[in-house]
């Protein structure tokens, strides 16, 4: 079974600080996705990379997929309370593309 | 509206009893997948299908069944429910192909084995 490890696990911050949540993996993906899951409702996808070494923007958030396809990184400029969340990061592989889910970051920011 | 759409939204059961939880998604997607998630284990997946008729186990499949009879619905059955199956259950379908990958996820089910 491929592991993706998360970290941190927990964070919170003030409003307007940066932040970065890291995504690795001993096993190589053909792709990584990050998903945002709010409480009562399921993960909802925010980006998918797929070359090393990519970089992908939305908004505020940058996304970075390793040059080897084993780890990522979310960054987070200037948070909001709206970022406040459950981050989960998920690396696909086999003919299925399966996901495997990392053990999420949990991210609060206090207003 | 796309989406998929699990019932129910939340069980409390017996140690035994049988359950069944439903899962149907209206956009043709032709794979759909179980998760459950625990705190500090992320999710998890139960069991998948590929198509119609087309079932294979995930990582934690032990204590679960599930059936492909229609595209559209993917349910999952706990023969006898035991108290370490309490969890947050998804059910995810996409659309096998497309370079976005995207899985899309059901409200969740939060189900307590006492």
């Known amino acids: 079974t491929q592991l993706l490890e998360q970290s941190p696990q927990f964070l919170s911050i003030q409003e307007g600080e940066n932040l970065t949540v890291y995504c690795n993996s001993s096993?190589?993906?053909?792709?990584l996705q990050w998903y945002r899951q709010e409480p009562g409702e399921g993960p909802v996808l925010l980006v998918t990379?797929?070359?090393?070494?990519e970089v992908k923007k939305l908004k505020r958030l940058t996304f970075q997929f390793g040059d080897a396809r084993k780890d990522s990184s979310l960054h987070i400029t200037a948070a909001q309370p709206g970022d406040t969340g459950l981050y989960l990061c998920?690396?696909?592989?086999?003919?299925?593309?399966?996901?495997?889910f990392g053990s999420g970051t949990q991210l609060t920011v206090l207003p | 509206e796309a989406q998929v759409t699990q019932n129910p939204r939340y069980l409390i059961t017996v140690t035994g009893k049988k359950l069944t939880v439903t899962c149907s998604q209206n956009m043709n997607h032709e794979y759909m997948s179980w998760y459950r998630q625990d705190p500090g284990l992320g999710l998890r997946q139960i069991y998948y299908s590929m198509n119609v008729e087309v079932t294979d186990k995930g990582d934690v499949p032990e204590g679960y069944k599930v059936s492909r009879k229609e595209k559209r619905n993917f349910p999952l059955i706990l023969e006898s429910p035991s108290p370490n199956q309490t969890s947050l259950y998804f059910c995810?379908?996409?659309?096998?192909?497309?370079?976005?990958?995207?899985?899309?996820f059901g409200p969740g089910t939060r189900l307590t084995v006492l």
């Open positions: 096993s190589v993906f053909s792709s």
């Open positions: 990379v797929v070359t090393g070494g």
């Open positions: 995810a379908s996409k659309s096998i192909g497309l370079a976005r990958n995207e899985q899309f």
């Open positions: 998920a690396g696909a592989s086999g003919s299925a593309r399966q996901l495997t």
